[in-house]
């Protein structure tokens, strides 16, 4: 192989990455607001519905969120397996949005008490 092949492949590699990077961001990015909605409700099944889902993605590996995103609709309901990019997007972005989602949470649970008030006195309403 010559230099300009495989810099041609290192490119094309490239194009696909960013491709991965860019989806997975406009997607997980809202996901992860809806989520974080969805861990800091009132209605207690979907509060602890969320964060259990947010808990168990969180303390899995990707690389094997991938291979049951490809393998297991296959493996369970007898389905064709996705594309092999298609997997990996949406293994991408069902990882990065529970991590979206707890610095989320984290920043609105770290807004004191004190700015709420202020916002009400402004004449916003609480959420």
Do not use: H
């Amino acid at each position: 192989m010559s230099f300009m092949e495989v810099t041609l492949q290192l490119l094309d590699g490239f194009k696909t990455t960013l491709l991965i990077f860019g989806v997975t961001l406009v997607f997980a990015l809202p996901f992860g607001l809806v989520i974080t909605f969805g861990s800091m409700s009132k209605f207690t099944p979907l509060r602890w519905l969320t964060r259990t889902i947010v808990w168990i993605i969180r303390g899995t590996p990707l690389m094997l969120q991938i291979i049951v995103v490809f393998f297991g609709p296959g493996l369970i309901l007898g389905m064709q397996a996705f594309p092999r990019l298609t997997a990996v997007l949406v293994a991408f972005v069902i990882n990065y949005s529970a991590y979206f989602s707890e610095i989320y949470r984290g920043g609105i649970e770290s807004i004191p008490q004190g700015q709420f008030e202020a916002g009400q006195v402004l004449g916003m309403k609480k959420p």
